[in-house]
T-cell receptor, first 112, second 112 residues
Framework: GENVEQHPSTLSVQEGDSAVIKCTYSDSASNYFPWYKQELGKRPQLIIDIRSNVGEKKDQRIAVTLNKTAKHFSLHITETQPEDSAVYFCAASINGNNRLAFGKGNQVVVIP | DAGITQSPRHKVTETGTPVTLRCHQT?????MYWYRQDPGHGLRLIHY???????DKGEVSDGYSVSRSKTEDFLLTLESATSSQTSVYFCAISERPDYGYTFGSGTRLTVV
């Protein structure tokens, strides 16, 4: 089945710097890749997603890039702010299955 | 958040008792999912539903059962609660399996 791995598990950045989280997936047939942000004590919330026919997508300070050949996709956060501190989960669709495969999450800490 | 509620929000129960958690949606989405979240394990899928009376197991289904008798409700039952089932349980809904999920606010369950 699909296996999704996230790296690094924890990332600390200075406020204003950029943060990049990378996910790898195993199923070349996966075609949908969302990112979720979970603040402490809250529910995961979809922040951005990308489909396999697109290489990059941006939404203000966040962007996602997809490399289908290498089977990895990355979340980029620019000009980080304290409110970006959270756990970020990546996921990938499972071909022929009715669900997503989630990574274990990355803790991002923005240091003021 | 719009369209999905979980109840109860918090519950403490004794070992060996049955417990039912409810997920209710008003979005008329076909797909509904139950996850548990524990430190270091990310989101683990328990069961999911792809239509009324259509359900399937996830990675950690032992000790859990589900029912979906109507589109809007997806019930998760712990047949005989154990301390290892102490966790935060999230329900999620989706229009399609390759669309973003909307998560509920979660149920914090403690088994003593």
């Amino acid at each position: 089945g699909e296996n999704v791995e996230q790296h690094p598990s924890t990332l600390s950045v200075q406020e204003g710097d950029s943060a990049v989280i990378k996910c790898t997936y195993s199923d070349s047939a996966s075609n949908y890749f969302p990112w979720y942000k979970q603040e402490l004590g809250k529910r995961p919330q979809l922040i951005i997603d990308i489909r396999s026919n697109v290489g990059e997508k941006k939404d203000q300070r966040i962007a996602v890039t997809l490399n289908k050949t290498a089977k990895h996709f990355s979340l980029h956060i620019t000009e980080t702010q304290p409110e970006d501190s959270a756990v970020y989960f990546c996921a990938a669709s499972i071909n022929g299955n009715n669900r997503l495969a989630f990574g274990k999450g990355n803790q991002v800490v923005v240091i003021p | 958040d719009a369209g999905i509620t979980q109840s109860p929000r918090h519950k403490v129960t004794e070992t060996g008792t049955p417990v039912t958690l409810r997920c209710h949606q008003t979005e008329n989405h076909r797909y509904m999912y139950w996850y548990r979240q524990d430190p270091g394990h990310g989101l683990r899928l328990i069961h999911y539903s792809y239509g009324v009376k259509d359900t399937d197991k996830g990675e950690v289904s032992d000790g859990y059962s589900v029912s979906r008798s109507k589109t809007e409700d997806f019930l998760l039952t712990l047949e005989s609660a154990t301390s290892s089932q102490t966790s935060v349980y999230f329900c999620a809904i989706s229009e399609r399996p390759d669309y973003g999920y909307t998560f509920g606010s979660g149920t914090r369950l403690t088994v003593v």
